[in-house]
């Protein structure tokens, strides 16, 4: 069973940046796809960026595109997503996910099966 990390989530003004970043305990990520969802008070889940396992592929949700970029450093064993121009809107409980199968390049939200605890973003305006 895999263990992810969250890191990096706090308080920021609108416009301004985070980095969260995510990790694993006692297992690799390096070949495994990997998502960010997040999840705002009284809303469902949702998916905001994914990477596949090599780093090659990237995929966003509209709301973040030109604004959030999901990256991963697998000598690090560590993914992150860079936040910039956060909008109050940005608000939640960040998550990251691992994919269920390894190897994979094209990935879609309902394709991860391992999530962390979360870090919690609030943007103020």
């Known amino acids: 069973q895999v263990e992810l990390l969250e890191s990096g989530g706090g308080l920021a003004q609108a416009g301004g940046s985070l980095r969260l970043s995510c990790t694993a305990s006692?297992?690799?990520?390096?070949?495994?796809?990997m998502g960010w969802f997040r999840q705002a008070p009284g809303k469902e889940r949702e998916f905001v960026a994914a990477i596949g396992w090599s780093g090659g592929n990237s995929y966003y949700t509209d709301s973040v595109k030109c604004r959030f970029t999901i990256s991963r450093d697998n000598a690090k064993n560590t993914v992150y997503l860079q936040m910039n121009s956060l909008k109050p809107e940005d608000t939640a409980v960040y998550y990251c996910?691992?994919?269920?199968?390894?190897?994979?390049?094209?990935?879609?939200?309902?394709?991860?099966?391992?999530w962390g605890q979360g870090t919690q973003v609030v943007v103020y305006s």
């Open positions: 006692g297992r690799l990520l390096n070949s495994y796809a």
């Open positions: 996910a691992r994919d269920r199968v390894s190897f994979r390049t094209v990935v879609g939200p309902a394709d991860f099966g391992s």
